[in-house]
């Protein structure tokens, strides 16, 4: 089960994942990405604070977007990931593929950095 909480801060478009992504929660991550696209957002922080467990799927989903956001010069960044999760992240390469930072402020710092 996932909650995605959404709010705008400085201009970013910041999506919180609370609980986890699976095979069956994975299109929710995937809509609440597109909404943010959608609606014109350069920069879309992704907080995986709350983040207790993603799967392939879930995976996937960050995957599916690296050739769009490259495409239409956007950024995405996550931050927060706990232990667990990073270590998926990294055991399958994806460390190299996707923006990741510790907190906040380094990936609003990596988002403006990469947008300019």
Known sequence: MV?????????????AIV???????AIELDLA???????GYKRILIDCGSLEYISSAGLGVFMSYIEEFRDKQLVMVLFGLKEK???????LGL???LNIRTGKQEAKQLANELSA
């Open 3 to 15: 909650h995605i909480k959404r709010l705008q801060e400085d201009g970013f478009d910041i999506l």
């Open 19 to 25: 609980g986890e992504i699976d095979a069956s929660s």
């Open 33 to 39: 990405i597109a909404r943010s696209v959608g609606e």
């Open 85 to 91: 999760v990073s270590n998926t992240f990294s055991i």
């Open 95 to 97: 460390a190299d593929l």
